[in-house]
């Protein structure tokens, strides 16, 4: 008789003891299920460096209103800015992560992290674009120059090369006045002289961010200058395909 009932104590305790594994077993799941569905999208997609980006929350919660929402915009800092939408700027390009603390009201919370991946602007062409004009008369010893001259939009950096015996200057640089008119007109009047045979020039128009222009002139004997335009990187030190036939 002992026997049994120790037995039949012996499973009520198994009994017992199941039952608690299964509700261990299933109560991650309720939580996880009970927690708010933190999401969120940004306009533009693809946005580009120093670009207004704006960040709007998608979150829901089929549970429980959501009390708050918060975004860490620098992706490893405090939770600092609040609210549904927020705006913000990136200034260097690159993957940036962003995430977004929601909280409901039943006090559950989730995390949504997502990667924005930013890149710098695209170059303009500089507008209206320069004009580098010569006028002068070819000569056995090589080329009278009566006119050099460079029209560009104000503020632009106009910087005039010269390699080879006989140049009046070495390099020449002017920065084109800002007027009230869309284009000004600079003049290089010490090149407007007798320049020999081999003699090259080279006129940058620059300007950061822009597409600039490169024209070079290589003086020949008895024929006009042999002339090669192209344009300027943004940063203006390097030859780039031109965007458009523009310029001349």
Same mark, same amino acid.
């Given at each position: 008789?002992?026997?049994?009932?120790?037995?039949?104590?012996?499973?009520?305790?198994?009994?017992?003891?199941?039952?608690?594994?299964?509700?261990?077993?299933?109560?991650?799941?309720?939580?996880?299920?009970?927690?708010?569905?933190?999401?969120?999208?940004?306009?533009?997609?693809?946005?580009?460096?120093?670009?207004?980006?704006?960040?709007?929350?998608?979150?829901? !919660?089929?549970?429980?209103?959501?009390?708050?929402?918060?975004?860490?915009?620098?992706?490893?800092?405090?939770?600092?800015?609040?609210?549904?939408?927020?705006?913000?700027?990136?200034?260097?390009?690159?993957?940036?992560?962003?995430?977004?603390?929601?909280?409901?009201?039943?006090?559950?919370?989730?995390?949504?992290?997502?990667?924005?991946?930013?890149? !710098?602007?695209?170059?303009?062409?500089?507008?209206?674009?320069?004009?580098?004009?010569?006028?002068?008369?070819?000569?056995?010893?090589?080329?009278?120059?009566?006119?050099?001259?460079?029209?560009?939009?104000?503020?632009?950096?106009?910087?005039?090369?010269?390699?080879?015996?006989?140049?009046?200057?070495?390099?020449?640089?002017?920065?084109?006045?800002?007027?009230?008119?869309?284009?000004?007109?600079?003049?290089?009047?010490?090149?407007?002289?007798?320049?020999?045979?081999?003699?090259?020039?080279?006129?940058?128009?620059?300007?950061?961010?822009?597409?600039?222009? !490169?024209?070079?002139?290589?003086?020949?004997?008895?024929?006009?200058?042999?002339?090669? !335009?192209?344009?300027?990187?943004?940063?203006?030190?390097?030859?780039?395909?031109?965007?458009?036939?523009?310029?001349?």
């Amino acid at each position: 008789m002992r026997a049994i009932i120790v037995r039949m104590r012996l499973r009520w305790a198994l009994a017992r003891v199941s039952f608690a594994l299964a509700a261990l077993a299933v109560a991650p799941a309720c939580d996880a299920a009970a927690q708010p569905a933190a999401s969120f999208l940004w306009f533009p997609p693809a946005p580009h460096v120093g670009e207004t980006v704006s960040l709007a929350s998608t979150s829901t !919660d089929s549970s429980s209103p959501i009390a708050s929402q918060a975004w860490d915009l620098l992706g490893s800092g405090p939770f600092d800015q609040s609210g549904p939408v927020v705006e913000t700027t990136f200034s260097t390009p690159g993957q940036h992560l962003v995430r977004l603390h929601v909280n409901s009201a039943d006090g559950s919370w989730n995390v949504a992290a997502e990667v924005i991946t930013v890149t !710098d602007p695209p170059a303009l062409e500089m507008l209206p674009f320069p004009i580098v004009r010569i006028v002068g008369t070819a000569v056995r010893s090589g080329v009278k120059l009566r006119l050099l001259s460079v029209e560009a939009p104000p503020g632009v950096l106009i910087t005039l090369e010269c390699r080879g015996r006989g140049c009046p200057t070495k390099v020449q640089s002017v920065l084109a006045p800002s007027t009230g008119v869309g284009t000004v007109t600079v003049q290089f009047r010490r090149f407007e002289r007798l320049l020999r045979a081999g003699v090259s020039l080279e006129v940058r128009v620059s300007k950061a961010g822009q597409i600039g222009k !490169d024209t070079r002139l290589l003086i020949r004997h008895g024929k006009p200058p042999r002339r090669v !335009d192209a344009c300027l990187s943004p940063l203006g030190n390097a030859i780039i395909s031109c965007p458009s036939a523009e310029g001349s």
